[in-house]
Each structure stands twice: as C-alpha cells, then as structure tokens.
C-alpha cells in the first residue's frame, strides 16, 4: 500500500508561507490554524508537518515524535479554547475525513477541533 501526496494541496501552501493563515499553535511537527469557513463558534484544524494524505497514513508511517506532538497540541488547542468537560468546558467534537466515502476536500491529514456549541447527533443522512 503506498499514499500519493499533492504537494499543492491548500494545506502544503500554507506550510510553506505561500497561503495565510490564522495560526493558533504551532510546534515542532504539527500546526493548529482557525478553519476558513467555521462550523462552529471553534473550528481549529490540526495538520502534522509530515506529508501525510489521512489519519491512517499518519497512524502507519509517522514517527513516534510526530504523533506524540500531534496528540499533544490536539490537547493544548483543547485546552486554549477552553472546551474540555473536565475543565469546565462544555465538550468538542474531533473529525478526520477520509477519502471520498469520508468526503475529504483536502489530502493532507487534518483532525477539525469543533466545539462552541451543542454539535448535534454525529451524522446525518448522506
Ligand atoms: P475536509 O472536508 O477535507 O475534512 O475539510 C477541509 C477543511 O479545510 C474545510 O473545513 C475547509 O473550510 C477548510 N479549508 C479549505 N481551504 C482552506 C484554507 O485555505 N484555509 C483554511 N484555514 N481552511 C481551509
């Protein structure tokens, strides 16, 4: 099995400068930036550094250092915007599209940060 990356996705151009973005948190492998188009009062996206097309991508062939820090600034963006039930938050919801069946508009991994209000059932009707 081997993953082809678009190297002009929209995320890669704004990895390297040349699309801006409103940046919440970036680290060492991984950047946290507002959603263009927000479906919810939060909307953060979170994409590795890495190359990586999806979720099961990153989970097969990331570094143990990548997925660590992707972890860990999925929480500290949690943590910012304040939604974490066990913090007096009133929750969030991860999402990481896939593929057409997943409706993925674009190929680089990214896990949207929703929260901010009640979200709803977690599907509806295709
Ligand atoms: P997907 O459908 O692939 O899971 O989600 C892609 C997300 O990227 C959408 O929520 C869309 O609003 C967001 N998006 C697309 N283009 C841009 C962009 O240029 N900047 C930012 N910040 N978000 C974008």
Redesign the pocket.
Known sequence: MSYVYDDQN??A??LRGE?P??TVLETGHSLA???????APH?V?VIPKGRYVNYDHFALEATEAEIVDFTRTIGAVCKMLGVQPSRDGQGYRL???CGAH??????HL?V?ILGGRVLGRMLQPA
Do not use: M, T
């Open positions: 929209i995320f151009r704004i699309i973005n409103k930036f507002e959603d263009i188009a927000p479906q909307h996206l999402i990481s599209n997943g409706v993925q508009e674009v190929p990214h949207h």
